[in-house]
């Protein structure tokens, strides 16, 4: 369900959109209607605006200096799901979660995996989000991207070159907004099963009841992050607010009062000690967006 208008949000606080709960103030929150007010808002913006997108506000940090710039919110955006032939035709402001059941619903079978990304189309195309050994452009047929100056562009998935939480897009000054997905025919009721099982072992594994971002590094090549972290100590240490979880050592969990330098020195300090103890130096899959405030300068 679209917006029946859009919203301009002048100096808008970012921490309510993001899954850490932090993060300074935009100097425009744009909320569009829909993709032909997405399109006629980006036309008429005055070309020296940066512009960035968010969906569900997960995998990304924004910095407590706020974000110079208009930030355009997807998140019941672009929500149109639905079939077109054989293909899942969805729009990126759709969240993974609700296309994993509609896939399964429609016994379309190779989309379960999507129940485990908590966040929407959008950024799982943007970043080939995956889990449980699968990844989002295994099963992109097509997509339609926006450029700066609100002109839409479908094509081809082999236009875009995916690989380990990365996508190399033809024209880098473009997002997405919609896609088409090909999957196998399978059985509504076997899929269903999947999806529970998947949430079941997430619920079990993630520290899904404290705010998070997911991942907070890639896994490196034949091991894993959380292995890594865990290995070198770092279970529970905690920067001001900030605390590697617990329960899941690639996880970094809000337990109060967080802001996101405690998250970005948090980040830094694990990435040194892996490398010193491992011997790894392990790529953050974690964005960060926006400027550091005055103080935070000073600790930098």
């Known amino acids: 369900m679209t917006l029946v208008t859009p919203k301009l949000l002048l100096n808008e606080p970012l ?14 929150l744009y909320i569009p209607a829909g993709l032909d007010d997405l399109s006629a808002f980006l036309h008429n913006l005055d070309a020296a605006q940066p512009v960035y997108f968010i969906g569900l506000g997960s995998n990304l940090l924004v910095r407590d200096g706020g974000v110079r710039g208009t930030v355009v919110l997807m998140h019941n955006v672009l929500t149109t799901l639905k079939m077109e032939g054989e293909l899942v035709y969805a729009e990126a402001g759709v ?55 609100g002109e839409l562009n479908t ?8 690989s380990y ?27 269903a099963q999947k999806i529970k099982e998947l ?3 997430r619920l079990a594994s993630q520290p899904l009841n404290m705010p998070s971002a997911g991942s907070t590094f890639r896994n490196p090549a034949g091991d894993y992050a959380a292995r890594l972290i865990e290995a070198s100590g770092l279970k529970g240490y905690i920067i001001g607010g900030a605390q590697v979880s617990e329960r899941h050592a690639n996880f970094i969990v809000n337990v109060g009062g967080a802001t996101a330098l405690d998250i970005e020195l948090l980040i830094k300090h694990m990435r040194d000690t892996v490398l010193e103890q491992q011997g ?19 600790v930098k």
């Open 15 to 28: 921490a309510r959109y993001t899954s850490w709960r932090v993060g300074g103030r935009a100097d425009q």
């Open 95 to 149: 969240t993974c979660a609700k296309l994993a059941k509609f896939c399964a619903k429609e016994a379309k079978q190779g989309g379960e995996f999507f129940a485990g990304i908590p966040g929407t189309l959008g950024g799982a195309l943007a970043m080939n989000a995956g889990c449980y050994g699968s990844e989002t452009w295994n099963v992109v047929k097509r997509v339609t991207t926006i450029n700066r100056s």
């Open 155 to 162: 094509r081809d998935a082999a236009a875009f070159i995916p």
């Open 165 to 191: 939480r990365h996508v190399e897009k033809p024209v880098a000054d473009e997002w997405f907004v919609a896609a088409w997905l090909g999957l196998e025919k399978g059985d509504a009721h076997a899929s």
């Open 199 to 201: 949430l079941a072992k």
């Open 280 to 298: 790894v130096l392990l790529q953050q899959e974690v964005k960060v967006l926006g400027e550091l405030s005055l103080s935070e300068l000073e």
